[in-house]
């Protein structure tokens, strides 16, 4: 079937706002180059758009609530401009479908985060006074081809998606429900966007997909499984740092340690989300890995790059939860001495697993006293991590001014932390330097230039 052109935007000004994680900033640039390809133009002044798109998150509720909220001021650029078109994408678009044009009528448009080549499509729909809806999920769309438009680049670091949706289906997560079935990215067309970025000027890339190390693309001969992928992009060039996220803590095979270690230009830092520090725990939230298993990967990890730094994702009051098991969190977090986290409360999210045969029986005041907890104690293995690092010397890759001050330049060691330093003639974003450090606070290294 001949499928007939959209029609084209006529210059028309597309503004779009991005919540949730990197896989949704990635996502909003295909988005953009899309539509840009269709003739409309990109702002970054919501007052002259005519269409706004909101890329949005399910993963917590109250990442929900924040959208609703950002919804209702959308009104007033409605009433200001009764032509423009608000849509709603990705995962919350996914999960709640059609319901979203009954709860909130300013919503013009419901793309799903596989619908996006029918964008120019859903807009021209409601450009005539229609719903523009797409939520079908797909088994093997990646936008493979697709070229990014870098919205919000430093031009030093770029993220490169290399899969999309997730099977995982641990019992409190949305993911696998609102981005579908796992696929890999064609590895021809990853390499491809990597080169393209190297000879951009960017000096670092962060392959992304929700669990990467189970990357696997199918050709004829041997399949193309995630470190072999590593391996690829870190050959494009030896000053081209390659980072991944995110990693699975069952996924995390000996081949893959070996080959991070083996190149130098593969940085020292690994995001392996535990979620619990308890079996027990881990069991029910199908994790499909033991506390044992995960401090035996970690291990690995050590006695491999001694200088690796582990960072983690952690859920406090998930159903069942008892306080011993929120200890072995807290004691997980010591024996690891992770050098920071991201940590939430335990959301319940409709129709995962957990929603269907399980109870949220962790009161939200118990929930944020152990939350708080966890946050505490990480803030004081971060400081001791970054504690560690002052009279060290490591190799930053410079991204631009630091924030404070145009005097001062900043930039990530191998192990992702950011470093603040005093700046010197000739350096700028992308330019490799190494920098002693100084002074730390529990987020931030101070160092000097080293000169020889
Ligand atoms: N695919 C990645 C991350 C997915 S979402 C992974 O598996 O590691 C990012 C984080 O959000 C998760 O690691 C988890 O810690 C948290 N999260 C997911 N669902 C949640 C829920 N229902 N309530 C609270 N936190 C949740
Ligand atoms: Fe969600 Fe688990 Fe998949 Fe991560 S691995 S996206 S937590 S189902
Ligand atoms: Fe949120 Fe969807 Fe990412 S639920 S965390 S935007 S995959």
Redesign the pocket.
């Known amino acids: 079937m001949k499928i007939s052109r959209a029609t084209t935007g006529d210059g028309h000004k597309l503004y779009i706002e991005t919540y949730g994680?990197q896989m949704n900033v990635g996502d909003t640039e295909i988005i953009v180059s899309i539509m840009q390809g269709e003739g409309y133009e990109y702002t970054r002044n919501i007052e002259e758009a005519d269409i706004i798109l909101v890329n949005t998150c399910s993963?917590?509720d109250n990442a929900e609530q924040r959208i609703w909220g950002r919804l209702k001021e959308f009104h007033r650029y409605k009433r200001a401009k009764r032509s423009l078109i608000v849509g709603i994408v990705g995962c919350m678009a996914e999960r709640l479908k059609e319901q979203l044009l009954e709860k909130e009528p300013i919503v013009d448009i419901v793309a799903g985060p596989d619908s996006y080549r029918d964008m120019p499509k859903l807009v021209a729909a409601a450009k005539a006074g229609g719903k523009g809806v797409n939520v079908a999920l797909s088994q093997e769309e990646t936008y493979g081809e697709i070229r990014p438009v870098r919205l919000d680049s430093n031009g030093v670091s770029a993220f490169i998606s290399i899969m999309r949706g997730?099977i995982?289906m641990?019992s409190?997560?949305?993911?696998p429900y609102t981005r579908g079935i796992e696929r890999s990215r064609d590895p021809e067309t990853i390499l491809r966007e990597a080169r393209e970025c190297y000879e951009a000027g960017y000096r670092e890339v962060t392959l992304l997909g929700?669990?990467v190390n189970s990357y696997r693309w199918k050709c004829s001969e041997e399949p193309v499984v995630f470190p072999k992928l590593m391996e690829m992009v870190a050959a494009i060039a030896p000053d081209l740092r390659v980072r991944f996220a995110?990693s699975?803590p069952k996924d995390l095979s000996d081949r893959f340690i070996e080959v991070m270690a083996s190149h130098p230009n593969i940085c020292r830092a690994i995001h392996l989300?535990a979620?619990s520090g308890s079996t027990r725990m881990l069991q029910i939230m199908n994790r499909k890995y033991t506390r044992e298993w995960y401090l035996g990967r970690i291990a690995a990890i050590r006695a491999a790059m001694p200088d690796c730094a582990i960072t983690t994702?952690?859920?406090a009051g998930f159903c069942t939860e008892t306080l011993e098991d929120h200890a072995e969190t807290l004691s997980l977090m010591r024996e690891v001495g992770y050098a920071s986290a991201?940590m939430?409360?335990?959301?319940?999210?409709p129709n995962?697993y957990a929603a269907r045969h399980m109870t949220d029986d962790v009161s939200e005041e118990e929930k944020t006293r152990r939350l708080t907890e966890i946050i505490n104690l990480q803030n004081e293995l971060s400081a001791e991590s970054n504690r560690k690092d002052v009279g060290k010397t490591f190799e930053v890759l410079i991204e631009g001014h630091s924030k404070r001050s145009e005097a001062q330049l900043c930039g990530r060691t191998s192990q992702n932390k950011m470093v603040v330093f005093d700046a010197a003639e000739g350096l700028g974003a992308g330019d490799y330097v190494k920098v002693t450090i100084t002074d730390c606070s529990s987020a931030t290294l101070f160092g000097k230039l080293l000169t020889e």
């Open positions: 994680c993963v917590r997730c995982n641990c409190y997560c949305v993911v929700q669990n995110t699975h989300p979620q994702d952690l859920i991201f939430f409360k335990f959301s319940m999210r995962t």
